[in-house]
């Protein structure tokens, strides 16, 4: 099939797109690789968010007028279209400035711009001051939004206010200028004379002034409920998977899921430690167990690195082909005040700055590996690595905005989950600790389906759930926080400060958490779907290539791409 060039409408117009988003938004230009825009951030307002929800209600207007020839041109439309409607859905509702949390805020994204730029020359270094000296306006705009929620009456819970507030007063507490003078000596500047550490300053005393009128103007004014309620929970649905979701449907599944895995848990648990009374004495052996430990943060980053670096040596040429140019990638410590869990950022459009995994220690020196081998699997590789770096070497077959602006939570999310599940199903946990914390993670997105649909829909708990720690029997009851962190901890093997986290994660941010799950039900769908269709035909690693060919997209969109596939590698 012939494919597009990049003079093709619908590329040029994507185009277009992304040089837009880049300019709204610095942040994400940085991210995306895009040059020119590191020494801004961007503005956070009420007046600017309704300025780029008529910018994208005029760009979809757009996106009609262009004709498509081929699938290419056809789903590269398709993307465009479906991810600029639910953004447009959000900003129209006024949910976006409404909704934040300590894993994603303006907060939250400003501090970790900052450990994706360059800071190798004085030049480098320049670049940085001038981004620091914009934090207090970028702030500052911030604040003003949220003095108009909070006017409407419209602000989060309670919960996230002071959540945000604690992380900004951790970035207050010399987290900016502890940057300055990591910069300053790794360029070989001085942190005073270079600027570097006044703009830190300032950076400082304007993240203190915000936390402080969170805590004291903003939290009393914060809602009552915790939960976002039916219709904003759809709306977010519909924004991190792209698909039709039904909510009470999703809650039974996830629920019946949750207890096969723990079956599964159980039996292993018989294997690890004959007698043991609960999943958490298990796993609470594992974690004193000195063979299973790694000692020191320096010693764990290392063992990350070389944990990816050995999966990709198996993995290519069997079940994927891995272009050298993304067979590296990096695993960094998170920046302190980051929320709980691991994660990973994608390369540069250029791919001059490596994908990267991120490891927050929470102020722990000392780490246990059976719980890490299967997120690090989900992270790197074959997971978010693999995922992401491939699509941005796919410019033939996706638009600009496709690779870089394309993500959906459902799909992305969704693969990384099932990439897990593909290296268990290859025999990779053959210890039987590695395995029990490859099902603690199913377990865990699992229970993220029960306990968010359960907590933003008040929904009562399922009648057979039990005893929860020290809440009693909890059947039946109405969804609490409380009973979310005490099902996390048992039937997931969460630590407390972990569950918490999540907790407060899945409260902050609707319908994120049930991606993972739902995700993956789909990917293993399609799976089958073909499998059956192909009969002797099918092969797994070209399945593999084929969905990661396609690139991010919504959810529906996938499932019909894949169904409509013929066995053919890359025959997009």
Request: negative net charge.
């Amino acid at each position: 099939m012939t494919r597009p060039t990049s003079l093709s409408p619908i590329f040029v117009f994507a185009n277009e797109l992304v040089e837009r988003m880049a300019r709204r938004d610095p942040i994400f230009a940085t991210q995306s690789g895009i040059k020119g825009y590191d020494h801004l951030l961007g503005d956070f307002s009420t007046e600017q968010l309704a300025s780029d929800e008529a910018e994208i209600a005029e760009e979809l207007r757009g996106l009609e007028s262009i004709a498509v020839t081929g699938d290419v041109e056809r789903i590269a439309r398709e993307v465009i279209r479906e991810r600029l409607s639910v953004k447009h859905a959000l900003l129209a509702s006024g949910d976006i400035r409404r909704t934040f949390s300590v894993l994603s805020s303006p907060l939250e994204g400003i501090r970790q711009v900052f450990e994706l730029m360059a800071m190798d020359s004085p030049e480098a270094a320049e670049v940085i001051r001038g981004r620091l000296s914009q934090i207090r306006p970028a702030l500052t705009s911030w604040r003003r939004a949220l003095v108009d929620v909070a006017s409407a009456g419209q602000l989060p819970a309670e919960r996230q206010i002071l959540g945000v507030a604690e992380q900004s007063t951790a970035y207050a507490n010399r987290g900016w200028t502890t940057l300055a003078r990591r910069v300053a000596d790794a360029v070989s500047v001085d942190a005073e004379a270079s600027g570097l550490l006044a703009a830190a300053e300032d950076a400082q005393g304007a993240c203190a002034e915000l936390a402080e009128w969170l805590r004291v103007e903003a939290a009393p004014q914060a809602a009552a409920k915790e939960g976002c309620g039916a219709e904003r929970y759809q709306r977010w649905t519909n924004y991190y998977t792209g698909a039709t979701l039904n909510p009470r449907e999703l809650y039974e599944w996830g629920y019946q899921d949750l207890r096969r895995i723990n079956d599964r848990m159980w039996r292993l648990a018989d294997v690890l430690l004959p007698g043991a009374s609960s999943l958490v004495a298990v796993a609470d052996h594992l974690d004193h167990d000195p063979a299973r430990a790694i000692v020191g943060a320096d010693v764990l980053i290392d063992k990350l690195r070389s944990f990816t670096a050995a999966t990709v040596a198996e993995l290519n040429g069997v079940h994927f082909d891995i272009d050298e140019r993304i067979q590296f990638c990096d695993a960094r410590l998170a920046p302190e005040g980051t929320a709980a869990a691991p994660y990973y950022i994608a390369p540069s459009e250029d791919l001059s700055r490596p994908g990267t995994t991120w490891f927050p220690t929470l102020g722990l020196t000392t780490f246990t590996w059976w719980r890490e081998a299967t997120v690090w699997y989900h992270e790197s590789v074959p997971g978010h690595h693999l995922q992401c770096a491939v699509a941005l070497l796919a410019a033939e077959r996706q638009t600009r905005f496709h690779r870089l602006a394309g993500w959906t939570s459902g799909y992305g999310e969704g693969w990384a989950l099932y990439a897990e599940r593909l290296m268990d199903e290859l025999g990779y946990f053959s210890d039987p600790a590695d395995e029990l914390g490859y099902l603690a993670c199913q377990a865990m997105r699992a229970a993220r389906i029960v306990v968010d649909v359960g907590l933003h829909l008040e929904l009562d708990a399922p009648g057979d759930l039990g005893v929860l720690g020290d809440l009693g029997d909890c059947s039946g009851r109405r969804w609490t926080p409380e009973m979310a962190v005490a099902l996390l901890e048992e039937w997931a093997l969460q630590s407390r400060a972990m569950s918490i986290s999540e907790v407060d994660r899945y409260l902050g941010n609707p319908a994120q958490a049930i991606s993972y799950k739902v995700g993956e039900r789909v990917w293993l769908e399609a799976r089958e779907e073909t499998r059956r269709r192909l009969g002797d035909g099918f092969s797994l690693k070209a399945f593999h290539a084929q969905a990661l060919a396609l690139g991010p997209m919504g959810l529906d969109t996938f499932s019909a791409e894949m169904a409509a596939w013929d066995g053919a590698t890359h025959s997009l």
